[in-house]
Nanobody
C-alpha cells in the first residue's frame, strides 16, 4: 500500500522560502514519478511540478525559476524547494505519485496522494 506524507508547510512572508517534503512508504520514488499540486480556496487543483523516475523535471509556468523539485532516494522522499514566495502561492500543497509510465500534469494522471500541507504567504 502506497502512502505519502507531506510536511514542511507553514506561514512565511512574501519573498521567503519553504521546503516541502513528501515521505513515501510502499513505493520507491527512484522508480516512479512524483508530482506536486496545489489547491487554493475555491479553486481547482493545479499542477506545480514533477520529477520523473529518470530525474526529468517539469514545472508550471507560474513557478518556473522559483521552485525546484527533486528526490532524495536515500530517504525515499520527494522535495519541493520554494523560493521568492508570493501571496499567490498560498494553497494546500499535495504530493502525488503514479503507477503509470505515461503521465503528465493532470491530477488524474496520479494514483496516490498525500493529505496535503498548508502554505500561507503573507504580504
Amino acid at each position: 500500500q502506497v502512502q505519502l506524507v507531506e510536511s514542511g508547510g507553514g506561514l512565511v512572508q512574501a519573498g521567503g522560502s519553504l521546503t516541502l517534503s513528501c515521505a513515501a512508504s510502499g513505493r520507491a520514488f527512484s522508480r516512479f514519478a512524483a508530482g506536486w499540486f496545489r489547491q487554493a480556496g475555491g479553486k481547482e487543483r493545479e499542477f506545480v511540478a514533477r520529477v520523473g523516475w529518470n530525474d526529468y523535471t517539469y514545472y508550471s509556468d507560474s513557478v518556473k525559476g522559483r521552485f525546484t523539485v527533486s528526490r532524495d532516494d536515500a530517504k525515499n522522499t520527494a522535495l519541493l524547494q520554494m523560493n521568492s514566495l508570493t501571496p499567490e502561492d498560498t494553497a494546500v500543497y499535495y504530493c502525488a505519485t503514479t503507477d503509470r509510465t505515461q503521465y503528465g500534469s493532470r491530477w488524474t494522471d496520479y494514483d496516490y496522494w498525500g493529505q496535503g500541507t498548508q502554505v500561507t504567504v503573507s504580504s
